[in-house]
């Protein structure tokens, strides 16, 4: 494996929280094994350990994970009854990369999951429009720990994002657990809305993506596991399915998404991300918003006898003078002109 860049003024703020590196500490403890190699690697001091409030940045948590992995022999990192040998995620994914879409790879994931260990099940489920990768415990008595589950959950997400090479925005995560003290860390963890005390944990996304046709092969595959923590540490920025999301909230919330500040928040993104990740797709905002209105004010104007200020209104114009001005832009005639040609 190369070794990881150091750390820069550039680089991300501290967000992890320092209770994740207790947990490994105590996977050496139960080993007799001496986490200060790991700690040394990552620019961990010992001293920060049980500070309450202590994180460390991303490159921090790929540098501790991956030498701890290493030392342990165990990419479980001590969440587990018994070890995943180094390697074992590898292995599971590699498994399911011949699976034509994101849905199927993901059943087999947590199928060979259950292979190595059976203290949590992991299930792929739907529901309307909506799709959850849920965790539950299964033959230890005990609830998996907060590590066990971020740690599953963040590796799953961002292995099904690489697969498709895309971003997948989440609509909301649960947790079978009590709000932890570093609740802030968990909204940039988990980019949708948290919930906690639930019956499981749980992680949600629209139910399109599984459709979507895995992207990778044998060539990535090797490249990706090379160095693969960061799909867990970092989130994956591309949406492929981006567009068809703004342009399903412009046609749901005309007003509410008015502008970008409003939209993003709708989509939990920033409007700076949001216009970024547009331009990944060869897209804009405005062109997206106009194609939305334009297509939503025509259907009204040619099935409906409304006037023309409520069709402006259901368009998404604040007004019917700049609904006309658009729709003159648009088509060369006035809302009404046109309604009458049809």
């Known amino acids: 494996m190369p070794p990881l860049p150091p750390p820069s003024a550039s680089a991300a703020p501290a967000i992890t929280p320092m209770a994740f590196v207790r947990s490994m500490v105590l996977a050496y403890e139960r080993r007799g094994m001496d986490p200060a190699k790991a700690l040394a690697l990552a620019q961990i001091a010992p001293g920060q350990l049980h500070r309450l409030n ?6 921090q948590m790929e540098r501790i994970s991956d030498a701890a992995m290493r030392e342990l022999d165990d990419e479980g990192l001590g969440c587990f009854g018994r070890r995943l040998p180094w390697g074992s995620y590898g292995m599971l994914a590699r498994a399911s990369l011949s699976a034509p879409q994101l849905g199927l ?22 529901g309307g429009d909506t799709a959850r990768i849920a965790l539950r415990p299964h033959r230890n008595p005990k609830p998996p720990t907060e590590f066990c589950v971020v740690s599953v959950l963040r590796n799953i997400h961002g292995l099904a994002s690489w697969y498709i090479d895309s971003r997948i925005p989440l609509k909301g995560a649960q947790f079978a657990y009590s709000p932890p003290p570093h609740l ?30 895995v992207q990778r092969d044998e060539l990535a595959m090797t490249q990706l596991l090379q160095r693969a923590l960061p799909l867990t540490v970092r989130s994956y920025r591309r949406d492929r399915l981006l567009v068809q999301r703004v342009r399903q909230v412009l046609l749901a919330q005309p007003l509410g998404a008015h502008n970008a500040d409003d939209l993003a928040a709708l989509l939990n993104l920033s409007a700076r991300t949001l216009h970024r990740q547009l331009k990944l797709e060869g897209a804009s905002l405005q062109a997206l918003k106009d194609e939305v209105r334009r297509d939503r004010s025509m259907e009204l104007l040619q099935r409906t006898t409304r006037p023309i200020k409520q069709v402006a209104e259901a368009a998404g114009f604040l007004n019917e003078k700049s609904f006309i001005r658009a729709f003159k832009g648009w088509t060369g005639m006035a809302p009404g002109e046109w309604r009458a040609s049809r």
């Not at 802030?184 to 459709?211: K, M, N, Q, S």
């Open 105 to 126: 790879a993901l059943h087999r994931w947590c199928r060979h999951h259950s292979l190595l260990t059976d203290d949590i099940a992991l299930t792929v489920e739907t």
């Open 54 to 59: 202590a994180r460390i940045t991303a490159w």
């Open 184 to 213: 802030d860390a968990y909204r940039v963890l988990f980019d949708g809305p948290c919930t906690f005390d639930a019956d499981h944990a749980a992680i949600e996304f629209d139910a399109r993506y599984l459709a979507l046709p």
